[in-house]
């Protein structure tokens, strides 16, 4: 059986979450891949609302098993509050939530690091979620990181210790942050003790097995793939690989186990933190699709930077991660305007292109539009992808065209069943 993908297609918050929590009452296993709590995956069930940030958004299956895979980076303290939350509205993980030996620590020293790090380098910084991504994953390819099996071996604190110390060294390489280790270490070590209850696995040779035995699986990606460390906007990205080919490093499986690649997009696009975002409106029409679409991040509550859909930059990610069919997000969000755009191509030096150039900072692109009149009402009625209001149907068959990919799903407001699927 193949490993089905679900990842995001633009820069993060694409509503992966929601479709993955939709999606996984068909699987037997959902697994994150990569990244780590700079994710904020938000799941709306009835009249209540959860953020994921760790956990796979499987959790809210009963009978679906969640693997944080060997390529995600663990913070003890930000997991347990997730699982606090999970405690206090009673749904039970205890033998659901399985965490691959191979997984790398986040140590409080990481995050000092990632503030210093970003302090440093004042109106150039990244607008780094701050949770000490980038510098885990920098002691991960070091070989100097700490993982989930070492918790249990005897000389774990002289390890933890000489890390730390390290890092310390490092910390006097910046202007001075404030910080109390102490406090932060303490709260640290408590939070692994529980950590330690969870169970723990060889995550390749739990999924692997897995496969053989015929199981249906979910890989979750965490950010967007122009956020992936190689083919994203860089150095405006982040550490680990958002993309397809992330899942099999992530998590111990070969490439031909990868089965439907399905791309999330929303109908515009948003970005959080610094970085190029060519189609990024500094007008009223990108605060009305913030207002209207709520765009605040889910993780740091920053406002997320808004503009339209960009043609050039989603056919890049298509190509990257091999989709096989995309979900389009956030349809609703539109059903204000009385116009909506896609930008279809790139001009450069007076030269057309459907590709995104290597530096999407540079000076002079220009972007070709298409304007589409709006729907003017809810789709809240809308049970059918047949029965959207034309102008809306004329729009998604557009996208569809472009990016010459089926558009299999389109979601229509937060809520679990705000969802249209295409036979
Ligand atoms: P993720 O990181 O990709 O899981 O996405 P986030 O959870 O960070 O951000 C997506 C936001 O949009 C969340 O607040 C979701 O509840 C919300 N959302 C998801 N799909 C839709 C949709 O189709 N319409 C609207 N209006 N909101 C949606
Ligand atoms: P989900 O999974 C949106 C962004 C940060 C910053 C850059 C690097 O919810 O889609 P990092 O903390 O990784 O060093 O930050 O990446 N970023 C995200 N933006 N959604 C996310 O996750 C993100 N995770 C990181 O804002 O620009
Ligand atoms: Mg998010």
Known sequence: MAIDVILGLQWGDEGKGKIVDYLSEQYDLVCRFQGGPNAGHTIKIADKKYVLHTVPSGIFRPNVINIIGNGVVIDPGTLLKELAKLDEANIPYRDRLLIANKAHLILPTHRYLDAASEASKGKEKIGSTLKGIGPTYMDKTGRNGLRIGDIYSSDFASKYKALKEKHIQMLKLYPPI??????AEKEWFAALEEVKKLKNIDGEYYINKAIKAGK?????????????????????VTSSNTVTSGVCNGLGVAPQTIGEVIGITKAYCTRVGGGPFPTELHDETGALLGKHGMEFGATTGRPRRCGWIDIPQLKYTIMINGVTQICLTKLDVLNFFDTVNVVTEYIIDGVSSDEIPYDMCMDGITLKHKEFAGWGHTLDTVKDIDTLPKNAADFVS??????????????????????LLKD
């Open 398 to 419: 557009f996208l569809e065209n472009l990016l010459e990919v089926k558009i299999s799903m389109v979601s229509i407001g937060p809520e679990r069943d705000q969802l």
């Open 216 to 236: 249906k699986i979910l890989a979750e990606g965490a950010q967007g793939s122009m956020l992936d460390i190689d083919f994203g906007t860089y150095p405006f």
């Open 178 to 183: 404030d910080f109390d280790l102490e406090t």
